[in-house]
C-alpha cells in the first residue's frame, strides 16, 4: 500500500457524531439488520467529492456494488451520476438517481439495448462484433456517448475470481483488435482492471493503457478507469490521484470518468445480528440469525473474515467462537472469533463494513429471512427503509 494522507481525510470531515452504534440505538433493532451509516457514508463522499473538484473529473456509484435507493439523495449532492451494469441498474439509476447514467455489461440483445437507450447517458460495448450488432439502433439516442471496453490483459489482482486481465478473459478488446476496427461512433474508452487496490497500481495498469492504446486515447474524448480504486481508504494516495487524473485529462485532451462501488460505501455499513444458540465448550460455536451463505456471500467466495465491534484479539484468556448462520449449509461459517466476556443467547453482534456486495447479493436461501435495512441518520436518528416478509420469499421463488 502507499503511504497515505489521513491529514487530508481528517481535516476534511468535521467530526459530528463519534458514536457508531451505540447501545441505545442497538436495543432499537430487530435483527437481522442492515445499518447504513449516513455520517460514514458522507464521510466517503466528501474524500470522493474533493478528487472530482481538485480535477473536474466525474465519480460515478456501481450500482452493481450497492443499489439501496434510499441513500440516493444524499450520494447525489457529491456524486456526478451511476454506472450500470443491467437494465434494472439502469432504470433505477434514471429513475432514482436522474444524473448520468452509464452502462456496461459484457452482452446486451438488441431487446435489452433498445430499452437501455431510454435510461442511458453512456453505454460500453464490450466487443467489436456487438458494436456491430447493435449500431444502427443507438442511432435512436441523440445525445447518446459510446464506449469501447479494453483489456490491458495486466492487473495485480492476485485472486483469480477477481481477476478480469487473465489470458482467456472475456471482458474487453485487445490492443490488436483494436488497431484493426473503426472507432466511428465511439467516443469513449472503458477500462476496468483493479480491486481493492491503492494508487501505484492503477499507475502501473494506466502505463500499459498508455502503452497499448495511445492513439485512441488521443482520438477519443473520455476514458473511464473503472472500479476497484480504494479511494476512501485511509492509505490511499489522493493528493498523487488528482495529479495524475490532470496529468492524463491534459495529455490527451481527455474527461476522465471514475466508476467505484465499494469505496463509496466502504466501513459505512454493518450487519447486526443476534445470538440464537451457544455450544458449551471452549472453543465453541454461536448461532446467529444472519447467515454468511445468504446475507454476506462474499464472505465465502472471496473468501475472507469480517470484523465485528467489540472483538478481541485471539488469546488464550478469552472465550472463542466459531460464528455460524441459521442455514442447513455446513460452510455458512462468518469466522472464528473471541471475545472477553461469555456470549449470552440474545446479545447482539455487530458485523462491519457490510453495505457493498450485500443487500444487492442477499438470497433467501432456506426461507431464511432478509434483514431489513435502517438508515442512520447523521443526528443519531434510526429509520426503517425495508422489512421483508413472506411474500418477498414466495415472488422470489416463484
Ligand atoms: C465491479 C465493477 C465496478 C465496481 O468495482 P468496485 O470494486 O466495487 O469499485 C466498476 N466497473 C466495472 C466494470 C465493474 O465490473
Known amino acids: 500500500m502507499t503511504v497515505g494522507n489521513p491529514l487530508l ?3 476534511m470531515v468535521s467530526c459530528k457524531r463519534k458514536n457508531i452504534l451505540s447501545p441505545d440505538i442497538l436495543n432499537k433493532i430487530s435483527t437481522p439488520a442492515y445499518v447504513i451509516d449516513e455520517y460514514l457514508l458522507e464521510k466517503n463522499l466528501k474524500i470522493l467529492s474533493y478528487i472530482q473538484n481538485s480535477t473536474n473529473c466525474k465519480i460515478l456509484l456501481a450500482l452493481k456494488a450497492f443499489s439501496t435507493s434510499a441513500c440516493f439523495p444524499l450520494i447525489k449532492k457529491y456524486l456526478s451520476g451511476v454506472t450500470a451494469s443491467s437494465l434494472n441498474e439502469a ?3 434514471s429513475e432514482e438517481f436522474g444524473k448520468n447514467v452509464h452502462v456496461y455489461a459484457p452482452a446486451y440483445t438488441p431487446q435489452i439495448f433498445k430499452k437501455l437507450l431510454k435510461y442511458s447517458s453512456h453505454i460500453v460495448m464490450n466487443s ?15 445525445n447518446l456517448e459510446i464506449g469501447i471496453r479494453v483489456n490491458p490483459h495486466y492487473s495485480e489482482v492476485a485472486n483469480a475470481k477477481y481477476n478480469p486481465c487473465s489470458t482467456n478473459s472475456r471482458f ?3 490492443s490488436d483488435t483494436l488497431k484493426n476496427e473503426s472507432l466511428d461512433g465511439i467516443s469513449g474508452l472503458h477500462f476496468h482492471a483493479l480491486c481493492q487496490q491503492p494508487f501505484d497500481v492503477l499507475e502501473r495498469v494506466w502505463t500499459q493503457i498508455e502503452s497499448k ?3 485512441a486515447l488521443y482520438q477519443l474524448r473520455w476514458v473511464n478507469l473503472g472500479g476497484g480504486h480504494y479511494l476512501t481508504h485511509p492509505e490511499y494516495d489522493v493528493k498523487k490521484l488528482i495529479t495524475f487524473i490532470n496529468k492524463i485529462q491534459n495529455k490527451f485532451d481527455i474527461s476522465v470518468y471514475m466508476e467505484p462501488g465499494e469505496a463509496v460505501v466502504y466501513n459505512s455499513g454493518f450487519l447486526v445480528t443476534s445470538i440464537l444458540d451457544l455450544g458449551d465448550i471452549n472453543p465453541s460455536y454461536a448461532i446467529v440469525d444472519a447467515s454468511a451463505s445468504a446475507h454476506m456471500p462474499d464472505i465465502l467466495e472471496m473468501p475472507y473474515r469480517p470484523t465485528l465491534l467489540n472483538e478481541s484479539p485471539m488469546s488464550s484468556s478469552t472465550f472463542k467462537y466459531s ?3 441459521p442455514t442447513c449449509l455446513s460452510g455458512d461459517i462468518i469466522g472464528d472469533y473471541s471475545f472477553e466476556k461469555k456470549l449470552k443467547i440474545g446479545d447482539k453482534l455487530v458485523l462491519t463494513d457490510m453495505a457493498q456486495y450485500t443487500i444487492v447479493k442477499n438470497t433467501t436461501f432456506n426461507g431464511i429471512e432478509l434483514p431489513s435495512i435502517h438508515l442512520l441518520k447523521t443526528d443519531g436518528e434510526l429509520k426503517l427503509i425495508k422489512k421483508f416478509n413472506y411474500a418477498d ?3 422470489r421463488v416463484g
Open 9 to 11: 481525510h481528517k481535516s
Open 91 to 93: 432504470k433505477l439509476g
Open 128 to 142: 467489436f462484433t456487438q458494436w456491430k450488432r447493435l449500431k444502427h439502433l443507438a442511432v435512436f439516442s441523440e
Open 172 to 174: 474487453g478488446v485487445s
Open 213 to 215: 492504446f495511445e492513439k
Open 323 to 325: 460464528i455460524g448462520g
Open 393 to 395: 420469499f414466495k415472488s
